[in-house]
């Protein structure tokens, strides 16, 4: 079984892709690879949890939230992160709608705000 230091390796990587892409002026992969950090976060938080069954990816935001509020210090700590990783995992660019880069940004500082917490949760 993979475990959580590997997918935080995983969403460091994706978050580092999206500073590059945000650097070369590329907002919709920028936003795109704060979506796929957020996956990564959430697989590292299964890893973290031994006793989970269910796949977290799966979960409604109310259960996700009881689910990691075994890692969290306070239930509200749970609910901004379930919050922060719903927001992100739905930022995904897809279409003709291309993001300005304010948003972009917007986007990347939940990104890295939400991975600084995960990763202090599953590494300490």
């Known amino acids: 079984m993979i475990r959580a230091h590997t997918f935080l390796r995983y969403a ?4 580092q892709e999206a500073e590059d892409a945000l650097q070369g002026d590329n907002p919709a992969i920028a936003i795109n690879r704060c979506s796929d950090m957020a996956i990564a976060l959430i697989k590292a938080m299964a890893a973290a949890l031994p006793g989970i069954k269910k796949d977290l990816l799966e979960m409604d935001d109310k259960a996700f939230s009881k689910t990691i509020s075994d890692l969290t210090y ?7 992160i379930t919050q922060s990783i719903r927001e992100l ?4 660019v897809s279409g003709n709608s291309l993001p300005s880069r304010a948003e972009a940004e917007a986007v ?9 917490l995960v990763h202090d949760l599953c590494s300490g």
Request: proline share 0%; charged share 50%; net charge positive.
């Open 89 to 92: 995992r739905k930022s995904r």
């Open 12 to 15: 460091r990587t994706h978050l």
């Open 74 to 80: 306070t239930s509200d700590e749970a609910k901004r």
């Open 108 to 116: 990347f500082s939940r990104a890295e705000e939400t991975f600084k």
